[in-house]
């Protein structure tokens, strides 16, 4: 798991404790000052999205840097302006949740913040900001946390195009809001780090068109889940894919969902299940579970286990591309698209149970926000 851990000059050292903490728990932690993270020519504040897309979780040291005569009173002491500005971009992409204060002292608190549970670092704390970062680290790797949505480039729509491009979205536990993956600008993607994981799943809703049409018009692959480290290029290296595709391409026969594997040495092995006109147009809850443990990976839709096998764990990748994708292939051919309604995407760090499952899948999306 990658934690980018953000700080002060002053407190670089603060930070290298913190970062030490974190690989004591089997972390990357990401430092802000680490070279080729800014690199020249860019602007900081977009490396800084980029980073946020990249991460699992974050971590931003408030610390008595500088000091403020706040409403002429006597002066407090305050953390560094840079670093609140990336705590509310942290936060806002990850979720309050992935992006934790540590606090040195009395360091004054924004207004806005103010309440929020925070971890003591100052130098008389050092053990139980530890053990509370610990039990953090624990949380978010076994408590089937939900991770933030990329927020995609906005893209002025024009006369030629009626694509509906994906909203800014973080599902936590709120209305679920509308994507439709049909190019590069609205195409969610989350942070890869949970496939590292024993046990995890990927769940999502999709609105499926009538059959013959859409991502069920036998054209090429549609991808509803897809993650490679090779850009999509053959040959396909460390693959994970869920796909609605032809069995036979020229003519395309035999409609059905495909769940694809392929490891680092691009031997991979494919299981496969038909789609029928018995599938009803609308939302259709999709879900991607595994355990390495058992070992089983399996796909459920709707709830009802559609794909299961113990024969996967020499395929499944080991080493990983930054994001996976949802609603297209990485190499982001036009044909690849899915063209159709996402919601309520979700990765889980742990396999969920057949009880979530069945409570996820009464939740069909309604009153989608366009």
């Known amino acids: 798991m990658k934690i980018f851990i953000g700080s002060s000059k002053e407190k670089c050292s603060l930070m290298e404790k913190v970062a030490f903490w974190l690989e004591e728990e089997g972390c990357l932690p990401q430092r802000w000052n680490e070279p080729g993270l800014f690199m020249p020519g860019e602007y900081v504040f977009q490396s800084l999205m980029q980073v946020a897309n990249s991460v699992d979780a974050a971590i931003l040291i408030f610390g008595d840097d500088d ?10 002491s305050s953390p560094r302006d840079n670093v609140l500005i990336e705590y509310g971009l942290f936060a806002g992409i990850l979720g309050p949740k992935r992006a934790v204060v540590c606090r040195v002292g009395d360091t ?12 003591n670092v100052s130098e008389d704390k050092f053990e139980r900001a530890r053990l509370e970062l610990k039990t953090w680290v624990a949380r ?8 933030g949505l990329s927020r995609p480039t906005p893209v002025q729509a024009n006369s030629t195009s009626h694509r509906i491009h994906a909203q800014a979205i973080q599902f936590v536990n709120r209305d679920p809001r509308l994507i439709v993956a049909s190019d590069p600008s609205s195409v969610p993607h989350v942070s890869s780090g949970f496939l590292r994981e024993r046990s995890g799943g990927m769940s999502l809703w999709v609105e499926l068109p009538s059959f013959g049409q859409g991502i069920r018009h036998l054209v ?19 693959v994970i894919g869920l796909s609605r595709g032809p069995r036979i391409y020229d003519p395309p026969t035999e409609p059905r969902w495909k769940l694809w594997l ?45 794909i299961s096998t113990n024969e996967y764990l020499e395929y499944w990748p080991t080493e ?18 899915l063209n159709g309604k996402l919601a309520r995407i ?11 499952i069945q409570s996820e899948s009464q939740k069909k999306p309604m009153n989608i926000i366009e």
């Open 320 to 337: 990983y591309a930054e994001t996976v994708l949802f609603g297209t292939w990485p190499h982001r051919w036009s044909e690849f698209y």
């Open 220 to 238: 090429n692959n549609r991808y509803l889940i897809a993650h490679a480290t090779n850009e999509g290029k053959s040959p396909y290296q460390n």
């Open 262 to 306: 392929v490891n680092e040495n691009c031997k991979g092995f494919e299981r496969t299940v038909e789609d029928t006109e018995d599938i009803e147009p609308g939302w259709h809850h999709f879900l991607v579970r595994w355990n390495h443990d058992a070992p089983l990976i399996e796909l459920l839709i709707d709830g009802v286990t559609e």
């Open 140 to 147: 978010l790797k076994s408590g089937l946390e939900m991770v």
């Open 108 to 119: 004054k608190m924004p207004t806005d913040i103010d309440g929020i549970v925070y971890v």
């Open 67 to 76: 000091k403020q005569w706040y409403r002429g009173g006597l002066p407090v």
């Open 346 to 356: 979700q990765v889980l760090r742990s396999r969920p149970s057949d009880d979530w």
